[in-house]
C-alpha cells in the first residue's frame, strides 16, 4: 500500500489565476516595451519614476516583509550606487551604462561592512542603526571634492552624449538626443523592474524563500529544524543593497545631477518607499505594485501643496496601518483569495489513493 | 553504543538550579521516558540536549562526538528531532510547508526530494486532511499532532517528544502510543517527557525521574515506579 501512496502525491503552486497573470503580465510588458514609439516624453519619464520607486519598493519588501529586516538606511545604496557612477564616468571616464553595474557593485561592496555593523543589532534598533550607518556614508561622500563634495555635481556633457544607443533610438523614433536618452533609461528600468520582480519571486518560490518564511515565523522552531538564519539574511541584505545600487545608479544617470542631500534622502528612498509598499501590502510582491500606482496618483494631485502632502502622505499610511495592516492588496486577497503571485506549496493527493485510504478508514 | 550521552551537565537561571550535574546515556534504538513534578527542568534538558540553550559545566555527546557548543540547527541536520512542549507552528505556512521547511533543511536536501516523504509523514500522523490548512488555524490537538510530525519530518535519529499526550482522549492516545511504537519500530531512538504514564510505560524501556534538576532514580519503568523517593515526589503530587 506504501508503494502505491509513494507516487500518489503531487506538489502545485500554480493556480488559474497566476496563468492569467502570467499571460497579463507578458502583455503589459510587451506593450511597455513598444510604449516610447506613441507616448509623449512627460509620459515616458512619469513611467521611469514609477518603474524605479517600484524597484525600490520590492527590495525594501524583500528586506522587511520577507526578511523581517526593516532598513531605514536604503538611501545609503541608492545614493552609493549613484556616486559610483558619477565616480566612475567623471574620474574613469567609464561609459555610463558600464557605470550603472559598478554602481550596483559598489553599493554590493558598501553591503558588506554595513550588514556586519546592523546585523548585531534587532528590531527597532536594527531600523535606527541602518539610519544612523547611511549618515555616515552621506556625510563621508560629501566630503568626496572631485564629485562636488557637499553641494554636488552634474555629468559632463561628453559624457551624456556618449551614452550608447542613444543616437539609434534618436534615429528609431525621430526624436532629439534628451528624449531618446529619457527612452534609453526608461527601458533599464522596465528591464530592472521586471528582473526585480521575476528575482524576488523566483527566490521565494525556492527553498531559501520557505526558509525566510520560517525564520520570520518562529526563528527558534526554524533553527530545531535545521534552518540556519544567518547566511539567508546576509544573501536577502547583499541582494536588495545590489539591486538598490543599480536603481540609484539609473535614477542619477536620468537625472544628470547629483548632491550627497538629495542622493542620500531618507525621504526619497526610503520613507516614500516605506509608504509604497505598506499601504500596498507588505510581505506580497503585489502589495508595491499597487502601492506604487496610489502613490504616483496623490503625488501627481497633492505634491503642489508641498507640506500639506506630506502631512496627508502621513495620515494615509497610519490609517492603513490601523485598519488594513496587510495593505490595500491584503483586503483584495482576503475577500478574493487571489494570489497574482502564488507561493504556497500545495499538496495534492492522487484520486486512486484517496479512494484506498478513505475505504480503509471505514 | 550509546547515542546520546550526558556528562554532569549544569544550568542555573539565578538562583534556580534547572540541571544539576545530570550524567545519563541512551543507548541507540532505546526509548527513554522522563517524568518528574512540574518545574523539575524537564524542558530544559531538551533545551539543553537540542542545543536551544548552553550548559554552564558539563558535556553533551551525540553519536560519539561532542556536540557541547553545537548550535541547534546542526544538531538537527546531525539526527535530533524535537517537539516543542508549547507547539511552535510556522503559523502562517500550511502544514505541508511546516514539514518541507523541517525536511529539507533538517535533512539538507531538496524541496523535491523530501516532497514525497513529507506527504508520508502526514498520512502517519493522521494530518493529511489539513495537508494545506495554515498552522495557524489549526486546534491545539492538531498542532500537537504537527510538532510530532515536524519532528519526524527532519528524519531524526533520535527523537524527543515534549508532552505531546497531554490533554488527548482515550481513543486520540491509543492512537498516538501506536504511531510512536512504529516509529520506535523503526529504529529511532526516542526520549519522551510525559505526564500520561500509562501511555509512556507502554512505550519506554526505561524511566528517569528528574527533580530540582536532579537525576533521582533512572532504570525499569516497574522498579522505578516502585521506589519509595518516586512515589513521595512524584505519584503523592499527583494525587
Redesign the interface.
Known sequence: M?MH???A?T?ETRTRASTIALVVAVLIIAVAIVLPAFASRRLVQELFFILTMLTLAQFWNLLAGYGGLVSIGQQAFVGIGAYALFGSVILGAVDPLTAILIGGVAALVLAVPFAFFAFRLNGAYFAIGTWVLAEVVRLSVAQWRAVGGGTGTSLPREATDAIPFVGAIATLFDVRDPAARDILAYWLALALAVAAIGGIYWLLR??RG??L??I???S?????????AAPIKWFVFLAAAFGTGLTGALIYLQKARISPDAAFSVNDWTAYVIFIVVIGGIGTIEGPIIGVIVFFLLQSMLAQYGTWYLIALGTIGIVVMLFAPRGIWGLISDRTGLQLFPI????V?GDAFKQQ?ASREE | MALISLDRVNRSFGALTVADGVTFDVAEGEALGIIGPNGAGKSTLFNLIAGNIAPESGTIRFLGEDVTKTPAMRRCIAGMGRSFQIPQPFSKLTVFENLLVAGAFGRNRSEADVAQDCAEVLRKTGLLAKANTVAGALSLLERKRLELARALATDPKLLLLDEIAGGLTEGECGELVKTIKAIHAGGVTIIWIEHVLHALNSVVERLLVLHFGKVIGIGKPEAIMASAEVREIYLGIEV
Open positions: 506504501t501512496a509513494i507516487r502525491y506538489v525556492t527553498k520557505l526558509a518564511a520560517a520570520r515565523d518562529n527558534e522552531a526554524a533553527r530545531s529544524v535545521g534552518v540556519d504556497r506549496r500545495r499538496l493527493v485510504s
